[in-house]
């Protein structure tokens, strides 16, 4: 049922419930405000608001106003604009006017309304209040004397971030807005009080007074850190990305961003980025031109083509590459014969392989999320892989959805989920089956897998989650990191289905990388083509590469010491090769070790690509800045590997027509059935005795560009490199915090210092990578030997 | 008649005399004449000449890099790059003024809100190679220094007409 009201002489027919000011939004109708915001509950505290409303004696505020029907508004009468004009006097009361030295002015709500409702002259003449400013950590700068305590950072908090950490202390003139006890924000989620200030109390500390708004050029970009792919708006001058704000995405980001999609772009000017091609020349690097370098190339890969052969090449390229550059990355691969081609760089177990879909997609969209009932999340810290997505479960345990974490380690989220099943990493597996027998035995459908479901014992905890399961209508399972790296993950996967299957709901894998859908759509893993073609003869994935040691390697955009699992496999292989080529956009110390030839390309913003995120949606970006120095966008240099290794069809203009053709793959190629039905193993894998290594990455470690971002990696958030356990395990040991510790794996040792955590569990000891310092160990998930030093 | 007047005139140099007598005025008259660089003509305190960058009596520098004299320069004459300063102020790093690009309009005088960026009085000025044309932040508040007294001096006889 609608009802009709009239705003300044239009009549709407609007919702009930509805507030005026949204109605007024929704049509166009400006009314100036400051507290109200589309995401946050109304506070109704800045009054900036006040319109007439017939049969009102006073002016009322309209983001607190409820419609009701034949309710006659007016927002320019004269009662409206004295009531506004007077607000404004009294906030301007004591707001400090000297916008020349603020960093907000040109971008100021406050600045803008005053333009409209202010005066020229102040009748104020007694002292303004001055407010100490706040140390809010290393992304967001304060200046609270230009507060005007519309508390949407204090809203934010506790309804968005889920973590109150700005709150209003004091009363009247006393007011103050800040952290009780002085700290940096912990939120992965902070710097969007940025943009929630309506004035300049809240700026972005790195660009703090490097621009002007006016200064600034506006250019669309999609985020290359997590597969969400946020849209951003990416702000340069002179040829430099300045900073990224978020930009308006109801189905995907909303009017959010991570900060780490916020402050990545700090790590485009490094001083570690490479500029120009280089050769090693008798242990030497030697800066040389693109002609010399792509020749280079060209002749050593016919080398190892004649000496060897195509397919002892190894390929290994990033999952937040574009598809455009997955894409003519096998295509150059496979046209020289070579099918070792994979960007599930974090993953160890690939038996699933073949019973993949096409591509990974969510089975809901991800605005959807928050309309769930149930979400199981296994093996998953969402708050910190996937953010955006995490906010959207959040939202949807808001709405009184249950939230299960199946998890190796109690990760810290910002909401206390219903239930919590902590188990060894090592024993996932095992849960996941005693969750699967409880669901087949209430089904009464125990045929399939009946020796492995028989092989485990039910734990109360499994069937509470069994039962959520089942009385939920279409729960949904979500696979995280922890899943998908597993050494077990074909095992977990099968397993989630088979849950699904049971309870009636759907799986999804939250990949790695920007564009994980995308490689596998491009066929940017061993055992298929493009749009999941299967090819005759499956090759080698990305661990069996780094077992099998190539005499070659192709590297697109990896470091593998601190992007893939497995990393001392890794660093073996490429240091016995004897070719590795590597086109990158950040030269590591490692790299100089093992690289032959770095060819450099083209960072986040500098060029122009499709990624398709988690939930199969392609997005398309044009670069925003011209890539820094002789660095080249990676498809171009792509392409021109590709003519002058005589390939055919490599004489792409734009990097559209390689998206076309791959559309045009898409249209007339059924991807073929997958090969074979999963089968399950009779029994679980035994599982090994002692301290078990849990590797994941942390989320401002999380790939290059992040890496080398200063200001992200001076948060609380980002960690240093030290083997964590619980502290049961630290005593049996006997170790304390801070000892160090020589971490032993086979033949490899790292030294690390001892963290204690009581959110780990049992023997597992959690060792992140993404670290120069633990990429000594050969198994991600192996067991190993901490002793002390 | 005439034509034995004419005779006479043309005999006694009588057009010339005349000329001579427009001469002679002149020659005994006041000079308008000025000798540069000796003399120079008198300018308005308004006169739009080279800019300086001007600092306060403590010898703080005035510019808050606020950015308005680059947004506000028709010619696209100045460029600013900004930065906080080790006390955590806002202070350009780069400032600088091209006098090629610049039209001489005053503009950016007009929008300094405070009165850093000045067009002084100076007119004489030349510049013997390429690039002297830019005028950096360490020349422009040199200007300032040096002619801070006839800066402020111009400032308070146009403040009555502002
Ligand atoms: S700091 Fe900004 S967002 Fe927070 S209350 Fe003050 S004005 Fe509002
Ligand atoms: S005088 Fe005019 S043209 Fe010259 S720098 Fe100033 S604003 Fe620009
Ligand atoms: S000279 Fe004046 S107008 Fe120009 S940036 Fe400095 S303070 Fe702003
Ligand atoms: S916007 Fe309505 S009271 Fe602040």
Sequence with gaps: MKIEIEIDGKSFEVEPGKMIIEVADAAGIVIPRFCYHKKLSVAANCRMCLVDVEKSRKPLPACATPVTPGMVVRTRSKLALDAQKAVMEFLLINHPLDCPICDQGGQCELQDIALGYGSDNSRYDQGKRSVKDKNLGPLIETEMTRCIHCTRCVRFGREIAGISEMGSIGRGEDTEIGTYVEKSLTSELSANIIDLCPVGALTNKPFRYRARAWELTQHSGVSPHDCVGSNLHIHTRRNAVMRVVPKENEGINETWISDRDRFSCEGLSSPERVTSPQLKRHGQWETVDWQTALQTVVEALQDVTEHHSADRIGGIISPNATVEELFLFQKLLRGMGCHNIDHRITQTDFHYQQAMPTYPKLPVSIADIEQQELIVVIGGNTQHEQPLIHHRIRKAWDNGAKVIMINPVDFEFNFTPTQTLLVENRRLPEALTGVTRCLAESQQDTEIAKDLLQSVAVTPAHREVADALLSA???????????????????????????????????????????????????????????????????????????????????????PEHDCANSAKALKALSQAALVICLTSYKTPAMEQYADIILPIASFAETPGTFINVEGRWQSFQAAVIPKGESRPGWKVLRVLGNLLSLDGFNYVVNTEVTDELRSLATTNTPEQPAGPWRYPSHLPTVSEGVERFCYWPIYRSDSVVRHSQPLQKTPLSETPVVTMSPQLAQRLGLEAGTEVKVSQGGDAVVLQVCISHRMVGDTVGIAAGFLETAGLAESFGTVKIERI | MSQFLEKIKSFTLWELLVGMKLTGRYLFSKKVTIQFPEESTPTSPRFRGLHALRRYPNGEERCIACKLCEAVCPALAITIEAAPRADNSRRT??????????????????????????????????????????????????????????????????????
């Design chain 2, 93 to 162: 790093t780069v400032y600088e003024i091209d006098l090629f690009k610049c039209i001489y309009c005053g503009f950016c005088e007009e929008s300094c809100p405070v009165d850093s960026i000045v067009e002084t009085t100076l007119k004489n000025y030349h510049f013997t190679q390429r690039g002297q044309n830019i005028m950096n932040k360490q020349e422009l508040l040199a200007i300032g220094d040096e002619f801070e007294q006839d800066i402020a001096r111009d400032k308070a006889d146009d403040a009555a007409f502002r």
């Design chain 1, 473 to 559: 209508k279409a729960p949904l399972i979500l696979l995280g990191a922890g899943a998908q790296n597993h050494p077990q993950a074909g095992l977990m996967y099968a397993l989630a289905e088979r849950m699904a299957q049971l309870s009636n709901g759907n799986v999804g894998l939250l990949t790695a990388g920007a564009n994980a859908a995308g490689a596998w759509l491009v066929g940017a893993v061993p055992h298929r083509g493009p749009t999941g073609l299967n090819v005759s003869k499956p090759a080698l994935d990305v661990q069996r590469m780094w077992e099998s040691e190539l005499p070659a390697y192709v590297l697109f955009n990896v470091e």
